[in-house]
T-cell receptor, first 113, second 113 residues
Framework: DAGVIQSPRHEVTEMGQEVTLRCKPI?????LFWYRQTMMRGLELLIY????????DSGMPEDRFSAKMPNASFSTLKIQPSEPRDSAVYFC???????????FGSGTRLTVV | QKEVEQDPGPLSVPEGAIVSLNCTYS??????FMWYRQYSRKGPELLMY????GNKEDGRFTAQVDKSSKYISLFIRESQHSDSATYIC?????????????FGEGTQLTVNP
């Protein structure tokens, strides 16, 4: 298995633009998580899905952020409009229901100028 | 007060040294404890996974959990330059993925050749 695949690896965009981050989880995993990592706050959980259904989005900072999981093999995290304070590394992770830890993707490094 | 406290470092040691990394936590319901290793510009990868109190050894790595003190440790013996990374502790109340992971901030380790 190729692991959790995220795209793009890097994204530089201007303030006010829409940004879409993509994730393909490991086949057969029941859970998908979106995290944001910054130096100041470390890893912050934004939202997670179980069997494609959003379970907890309380970590989504504000209405500018939205996430979807239309099927078991694809999820998107969208920021519209983007702001400089959204600059961070965004990670997608997936796991089995039975736990045992998460498998993270390589992340998308977002810079909003 | 954060639920999980971890000294961010940075920590610098010579090759061959024994490294001790630690986390403290406040939630007595945590039962599952993990250590993730994150190389620069990569996603975190699961290094050790333990349940409740006690020790677990895997090669040069030993994870220790002391639930009475709410304290966990990761020891690295015969440290190598390739161990240079950020080490992040994580913990959860239940084993299933529906139980959210709480992460520490991570400790940046450099092993000097």
């Amino acid at each position: 298995d190729a692991g959790v695949i995220q795209s793009p690896r890097h994204e530089v965009t201007e303030m006010g633009q829409e940004v879409t981050l993509r994730c393909k989880p490991i086949s057969g995993h029941d859970y998908l998580f979106w995290y944001r990592q910054t130096m100041m706050r470390g890893l912050e959980l934004l939202i997670y899905f179980n069997n494609n259904v959003p379970i907890d989005d309380s970590g989504m900072p504000e209405d500018r952020f939205s996430a979807k999981m239309p099927n078991a093999s694809f999820s998107t995290l969208k920021i519209q409009p983007s702001e400089p304070r959204d600059s961070a590394v965004y990670f997608c992770a997936s796991s089995l229901l039975t736990g045992g830890g998460y498998t993270f993707g390589s992340g998308t490094r977002l810079t909003v100028v | 007060q954060k639920e999980v406290e971890q000294d961010p470092g940075p920590l610098s040691v010579p090759e061959g040294a024994i490294v001790s990394l630690n986390c403290t936590y406040s939630n007595s319901a945590f039962q599952y404890f993990m250590w993730y290793r994150q190389y620069s510009r990569k996603g975190p990868e699961l290094l050790m996974y333990t349940y409740s109190s006690g020790n677990k050894e895997d090669g040069r790595f030993t994870a220790q959990v002391d639930k009475s003190s709410k304290y966990i440790s990761l020891f690295i013996r015969e440290s190598q330059h390739s161990d240079s990374a950020t080490y992040i502790c994580a913990m959860s109340e239940e084993e299933t993925s529906g139980s959210r992971l709480t992460f520490g901030e991570g400790t940046q380790l450099t092993v000097n050749p």
